[in-house]
Structures are given as C-alpha cells and as structure tokens.
C-alpha cells in the first residue's frame, strides 16, 4: 500500500471541499478525490456564473426531508453569517438579491478559488480526474482503491452530491456506497426542475414560449410566490422550480397569474365604469399581451359590457386559479439538485457520521436534505460539510 491518510474525503463539490478544509485544520492529513477535472462545477454553474452562496433567511423550513428535523443542529451551529464572514475575509464582493438571496458581485470561481485556498492552508492533497473502483471497510478504518493506487484512511467522508446534471459528472456513486453498507436510501427524485407538458398542451401554449410573470403556485403542500416562465417543453421559472420538490406525477398545481388582484370583482366593476372597454385591453393592465391574447383568444368582439357575470366568473378564474396539470418534469438532465438521498436515521444529525459504521460520513446533497431554490443547497453543504469536518477535526 503506497500511502494512507488520516481522512478520505470522496466529491471535490461545495461540501467536499469545505469539509477538507475544516477537517484539516488540526493538522490531519486529509485526501479530497473526484472523478472529474475540475472542482466545484456546480458551485461554477449556479447563480448564472455568479453562484447564490448562501440565502440570510436560511433555516430549517426551507428544507425537505423524511425527517425535517434532522438539518436543524448543523444548520444552527454554521450560520449563513458564518460563510459570508469567510467570503468578506477574501475580499469578493457581493450583494443580496431578492428574499435573501446573496450572489458574488463577480464570477463564481472567486468562491471556489476561495474553498481551494482554505483547502491548501489545511494541507489538503486533492486528486481530480481521479475513479474510485473499490472501498473495503477494515479494523482500522477503510481502503479506498482508485485507479491511481490504493489509500488507507481512519475516515472516510462520502460528499458526491446527488444525480442531478449527470453532463457534469453526476452519478449514483454516494447511494452505492450507501447500499454497500446496509444504508437505507430514500429513492432519489428530480428536485427545482422546470415542469413539461404532453405534446397536445403544449401545441396551444407555443405562442407563450418566452413570456415571464409573477405568480403564486400552490398544491396541496406548499405555495411558492415568485416569477413563471414558459418553456418550448412547458413552464419554468423560480416558481415552478420551487414547486417542483413538492409535486408528484399525476398531480394538478394552482396558479394565480394575478396575485393580490380579485380579476372577477375588478371586471365587475370595469363593466359599470367602462362598458366598451374590450377584455384584452382590460386584463392587460395585470398581464403580458400575449399571456392575455391566451386567454381572450374568443373573445374578439366583446365588450365587457357584453359579459355576463358567469362568463366574467370563468376568465377569472383561469387567471386566478388556473389548474393544471404536468405531464412529467425535465428530469435530472436540468434539476439543480436531487431530492431524496441517504436516509437521516443512519446518521448523526450533530456530526454527519453513520452511526453503524465507525468513521464513515455523508454530507451535501447525497443526503436526504433538499433546500429550496435560492442559497439554500449551499448552506447545507457548508454546514454539513463543517459537522463532519469539526467531528474529524477533534476526533
């Protein structure tokens, strides 16, 4: 056996790095491997090239699991204020968008320059471009075998992500490993993916294609108030995304294209103080030409005079409370992240840590935690990423 390390750190993501770089502070001797070439893609990627680090709201809430208390304890001792306190000590600038959304001000390779420069000042020896053939669990710790040579290590800290992009590199590798270990996996699913419709729905929404408005989107288990955007293949937008960690195939989604606007009561009273006024002029005032050309298509040479009440109560109610329902998703080509993952019962909620497999960790994504859009997801990998690395560290 050529070397061996005090740690193993499997996944050079957002939480791979910044486990290594915590776990080696006290001088352990840690060894962060990915297949890929280049590390921290999705932290590249997100934010439009800009990456939303962290979100200011970020607690508990805004995560989905089997078990929404798990995220609570390493949420709570690794603060978004902690991570923008790492951020400002490098100097990148930044700046808060809406509901606490923080982006770099600049590109996002200034954070990932930043987790690879905290990773250096901890001694890190990183091995991209890098496969895992083999882990073997032994008396004192596990054997990893890459296709470089085999490494010992005491501990060893699963950090894949989930398999969401799988054109970046993303794979099933950390529920494998899960699997090897008798840990329960929650079966993955796409999460804050745009939503498609069947060919016949999608033929009379064409001419929407492009067209972007707030909204409100609900179902039955949970309500999201921000921005649609139609798609060639369906809708999109950070409401959809949202909404899309809550949806299940089959299932119809409310959408009021006019929030905080009653368009029933409104055309009432429209119809008494301006009787000619055409519909499509009138409901222009609330939404895009061609969303409302949509839903006045047959309506040509009507006044609003010319509606009754029940005509009124059905366009209303279209804009209002449009029900439909999807056919399906964009899958995991496009999720920004993978819902589902290893299951929290395995696990220590304070340190990351399997609690029937001595010095084996998982932490990010390929844990069932899922955030909501907007800096969430980051959170949890630094703040998992710091459990594990502080349990390593003081172990």
């Known amino acids: 056996m050529a070397r061996s390390f005090d740690t193993i750190i499997i996944g050079a993501g957002a939480a791979g790095l910044m486990c290594g770089a915590v776990a080696g502070r006290s001088g352990k001797q840690v060894l962060i491997i990915d297949h890929v070439e280049k590390p921290g893609e999705k932290i590249r990627i997100s934010g439009g090239g800009r990456c939303n680090f962290t979100n200011i709201h970020c607690g508990p809430d805004n995560f989905i699991s089997n078990n ?6 390493a949420l709570s001792r690794y603060s978004p204020q902690d ?27 200034e954070i990932i320059d930043m987790l690879l420069s905290e990773c250096e000042k901890s001694g890190n020896t990183i091995w991209l471009g890098t496969s895992v053939l083999d882990t073997q669990k032994t008396d004192a710790g596990f054997v990893v075998t890459t296709d470089r040579q085999s490494i010992a290590c005491r501990d060893l800290v699963i950090a ?7 054109k970046m590199g993303a794979t099933d590798f950390g529920y494998r490993i899960a699997r090897q270990f008798d840990l329960e996996v929650i079966t993955p699913a796409p999460a804050l993916v745009p939503l498609t419709f069947t060919d016949t729905e999608k033929a009379p929404l064409k001419t929407l294609s492009g067209v972007s408005t707030s909204v409100i989107v609900k179902n039955d288990r949970a309500t999201f108030d921000e921005a649609l955007l139609f798609t060639h293949r369906g809708i999109s937008g950070p409401a959809i995304l949202q909404i899309s960690s809550y949806w299940q195939p089959g299932e119809l989604i ?21 009787p000619k006024t055409h519909p499509r002029n009138f409901l222009s005032q609330f939404l895009p030409r061609r969303l409302v ?8 040479h009507v006044r609003l005079a010319d509606m009754s009440d029940k005509a009124m109560l ?35 909620s304070k340190t990351m840590a399997c609690r029937n497999v001595e010095g084996l960790y998982f932490i990010g994504e390929v844990v069932d935690v899922t955030g909501h859009l907007g800096g969430h997801n980051f959170q ?15 172990s």
Request: hydrophobic residues 40%; proline residues 3%; neutral net charge.
């Open 254 to 274: 409310t959408i009021d294209l006019a929030p905080g606007k009653n368009i029933v009561e409104l055309m009432k009273q429209a119809r008494t103080e301006s």
């Open 68 to 73: 929404p208390h798990f995220c609570r304890s």
């Open 160 to 166: 894949t992500g989930g398999i969401s992009i799988p």
């Open 380 to 394: 949890w990998a630094w703040a998992s990423a710091q459990a594990a690395g502080m349990a390593i560290a003081n």
């Open 83 to 109: 991570f923008i306190a790492l951020v400002e000590q490098y100097g990148i600038a930044w700046h808060e968008k809406t509901k606490g959304q923080l982006f770099c001000d600049g590109r996002s390779q």
């Open 293 to 300: 050309e949509y839903f006045t298509d047959k309506l040509t």
């Open 314 to 348: 059905n366009l209303g109610l279209q804009i209002n409370q449009w029900h439909i329902k999807p056919a399906g998703s964009e899958g995991f080509r496009t999720a920004e992240v993978t819902l589902g993952g290893v299951d929290t019962n395995a696990l220590s």
